[in-house]
């Protein structure tokens, strides 16, 4: 594997990574609004959320570029508020793949969500606890699979995002372009075939550790349970 | 200790609820069908439903006052809840839930934990998970959790009914163990007229969301229940005979005698009496294996078919007598007659010890 490869590989991970540390807590506040309230235009926001999985992935990257570019009010903002850019940079990268993977994020969240049963909590609550404690010390920890199974997909969708991260900042090498830019470009090129072939067989040894990273986790937890620790 | 004060009146749903009653340390049962609203009642007290006006007051402490514009939440109201479903928290150990209000409630350290183990007999399960428990455990666990959340008032909501027979045959002793040992109101809803015997001091009736009466277990439950006539009667240990294993019992104006291994002097017995037990003659007879034989006025007969019930008046206390209609004819049996009452079997439903400030009914 040459350096220029190795290179790849980290800025993916960095990607991705990044992308689901962000849209974890904000998936979760959406999954949490969507399981548990009831407001007006409930249905909207969750159609806003769905959008990313049914829209072209290329009109999602668009749209990014129309309202995070550098003439974007979206990206502006960032940049007057954070001086944070995205246009061609590895940040608009992770956004794109966060915004991608958001979907898959809150959809197992929600239902973890709503399989907590409301009358452990309410049970907490005769017992003393305030709102927070019952969330930390309850729910969340009842929830956790669906968090981790959540936050397992978002990243796999955010290593592999390629339509939208295109579209929106481009395929600059050592600034966007990550595994899936990175396998299209060597197939682009007639001798690229054997590079490609190592990318993909790295896209699947992370997708592999993702996942099976995620069981033992889930194992930990159910185990972490039962109190013996 | 204070004791809870409610006076309250509201909706769950299109159901409209009011009730008004008092509930001093010790259990009161709140009785009446399914549906009847007590499990209403009680939410509205522990405040997961809010009543649309009135006023609770536990301990001296205002709970709920709907003119005062006072409603605290559940966490402030110092309960302990056991629901019909055990709800344990599955993810933590027997011992994390038993303390969960302690940790997570931050609730006062009132009795020792490893007191409340062994009343509740769970010294074997508190390293276990919830979901390793059989149903009377797991059940057993949700008491325990609530007594040691430092109640000031315990509410129950028919914690047995989820449970098979054999279940609750062995939950009950447990309960009883706490009944019999708390200073604080408990308030146990029940539908079942067994449970609210061998548990309540004082029953308050539920109907259609309503209190319909209020008064002790034998005088509430003291009619039919479920197809079986049966009287309560209260009374005191006033000898026992340790050869034969045998109690005397003052039940006010008169005295039964009980085969009860164990029971001590003094001893506050609630007694259950069915009326297929109770035969009856016109005159009081020698050479009867009967040892009990009451001296009464029949008050009512009632023929049933081919039965009669009879129903007499023992001083203060009734009994009531199944016979035959053709028995109760044969005899003459009439209103105002004086009858001698031969009472078969009593069974003991329930002995407490006295309190010291307790007076003999």
Not at chain 2, 165 to 191: F, G, M
Not at chain 2, 242 to 256: K, L, M, N, Q, S
């Amino acid at each position: 594997m040459t350096e220029t490869e190795a290179a790849i590989i980290l800025l993916s991970a960095k990607v991705a990574l990044a992308a689901t540390l962000f849209a974890l807590p904000l998936a979760f506040a959406v999954a949490w609004l969507l399981a548990r309230r009831c407001f007006v235009g409930k249905g909207l926001l969750q159609a806003i959320v769905t959008l990313p999985l049914v829209l072209p992935p290329v009109a999602t990257g668009y749209g990014l570029l129309l309202l995070f570019g550098t003439q974007g009010p979206l990206g502006r903002l960032m940049e007057a508020v954070f001086g944070l850019t995205f246009a061609f940079r590895w940040t608009g990268a992770a956004l794109a793949a966060g915004v991608m993977a958001f979907p898959l994020l809150v959809r197992p969240i929600r239902l973890s969500l709503e399989a907590v049963d409301r009358g452990l909590e309410e049970a907490a609550a005769t017992l003393g606890a305030r709102r927070i404690i019952v969330f930390l010390t309850v729910t969340l920890p009842l929830a956790l699979p669906g968090l981790l199974a959540g936050a397992v997909l978002g990243f796999a969708k955010a290593l592999g995002e390629f339509g939208a991260t295109i579209t929106f900042v481009s395929n600059i090498p050592g600034q966007t372009q990550t595994l899936s830019l990175a396998i299209y470009s060597l197939l682009q090129s007639p001798t690229g075939d054997a590079a490609a072939l190592r990318l993909i067989v790295v896209s699947i040894l992370l997708a592999l550790g993702a996942v099976l990273l995620s069981e033992w986790a889930g194992r930990l937890i159910r185990r972490g349970g039962d109190g013996r620790a | 200790m204070g004791g809870l004060e409610v006076d309250i009146a509201g909706k769950a749903g299109s159901f409209a609820v009011s009730a008004r009653f008092t509930a001093a340390p010790g259990v009161t049962a709140l009785f009446g069908r399914s549906g009847a609203g007590k499990s209403t009642i009680l939410k509205m007290i522990a405040g997961t439903a809010r009543p649309d006006e009135g006023r609770i007051v536990s301990d001296g402490r205002v709970l709920f006052d709907a003119a005062a514009g006072i409603d605290l939440p559940v966490r402030a109201r110092g309960i302990g809840f056991v629901f019909q479903e055990d709800r344990l928290f599955p993810h933590l150990s027997v011992r994390r839930n038993l303390t969960y209000a302690r940790w997570a409630g931050r609730r006062a350290v009132g009795r020792p934990l490893p007191e409340v183990v062994a009343l509740l007999g769970l010294e074997d399960h508190l390293d276990r998970l919830p979901g390793t428990l059989s149903g009377g455990e797991r059940q057993r666990v949700a008491i325990g959790r609530a007594l040691l959340a430092d109640p000031r008032i315990l509410l129950m909501d028919e914690p047995l009914s989820s449970l098979d027979r054999q279940r609750r045959a062995e939950i009950l002793p447990y309960l009883e163990a706490v009944a019999n040992e708390t200073c604080i109101p408990v308030l146990y809803v029940s539908h079942e007229t067994e449970e609210v015997a061998r548990l309540a001091d004082k029953v308050v009736a539920v109907e259609a969301g309503r209190v319909r009466a209020v008064g002790s277990p034998a005088e509430i439950l003291g009619g039919e229940e479920g197809g079986e006539t049966a009287v309560l009667l209260e009374g005191r240990v006033t000898g026992v005979d340790p050869h034969y294993e045998t109690a005397t019992v003052d039940i006010g104006g008169a005295t039964v005698e009980l085969s009860a291994p164990g029971l001590p002097m003094g001893a506050r017995v609630r007694l259950r009496v069915r009326a297929s037990d109770v035969a009856i003659a016109t005159r009081p007879h020698e050479g009867l294996s009967i040892r009990n034989q009451l001296s009464c006025t029949i008050e009512r007969v009632t023929v049933k078919g081919s039965a009669a019930e009879i129903l007499l008046a023992l001083g203060e206390k009734r009994l009531v007598s199944r016979i035959t209609a053709k028995s109760a004819e044969a005899l003459g049996l009439a209103v105002g007659q004086r009858v001698v009452a031969l009472v078969k079997a009593v069974s003991v439903e329930r002995a407490r010890l006295m309190r010291p400030d307790e007076a003999v009914e």
